[in-house]
């Protein structure tokens, strides 16, 4: 079972892939719509769980606050664009031109994450202490991607 830290990273490698094939389609394709379903599904999944596993733990030590909230916030940053680009026509122009803004923002999250929340966490979140978390973290996101549609609902009734 991959610790915490290899979870989470082996989710961003597969979002660096989606988003690549979703920057090398055109239109309403087959392939984008196919690689967009799944881009969206697994990164709305994957924030819900990072935060209820990952960053609830983070956010817990004065020291990781900060981090935890910055990255929280841009989760939900990153999720109002999702939810504009999942209701956009992916054939017009002003669907490619949100997606590109969504790649940079994305990535420049996941990079940030990598490089700084994860070794801050290292430094002071113990080994011990975060054993069996990246177990929690996807059996947490298998539970978060049933909730998608529950959870769209919801905040469409707000």
């Known amino acids: 079972m991959p610790d915490i830290y290899e979870a989470i990273k082996a989710d961003h490698d597969r979002h660096r892939e989606l988003l690549e094939t979703l920057s090398d389609t055109s239109g309403d394709s087959e392939t ?11 990164v709305k999944a994957h924030a819900a769980a990072e935060e209820e596993t990952f960053y ?4 817990a030590r004065t020291w990781g606050q900060e981090h935890a909230r910055h990255s ?7 999720d109002d664009i999702l939810e504009e680009l999942n209701e956009m026509d992916m054939s017009s122009p002003g669907w490619l031109t949100r997606f590109k803004t969504l790649r940079h923002d994305y990535e420049h999250h996941i990079d940030e994450e990598e490089d700084e929340v994860f070794s ?3 430094e002071i979140i113990s080994e011990d202490e975060i054993s069996g978390y990246g177990k929690r973290f996807l059996e947490r ?3 978060e991607a049933g909730l998608i549609e529950e959870k769209k609902e919801d905040a469409l009734e707000e």
């Open 141 to 143: 996101k298998d539970k």
């Open 72 to 78: 929280v916030h841009e989760h939900q940053q990153l």
């Open 120 to 122: 801050r966490a290292k």
């Open 56 to 59: 609830s733990k983070l956010i």
């Open 32 to 42: 984008r719509r196919s690689a967009w379903k799944e881009f969206y599904h697994d």
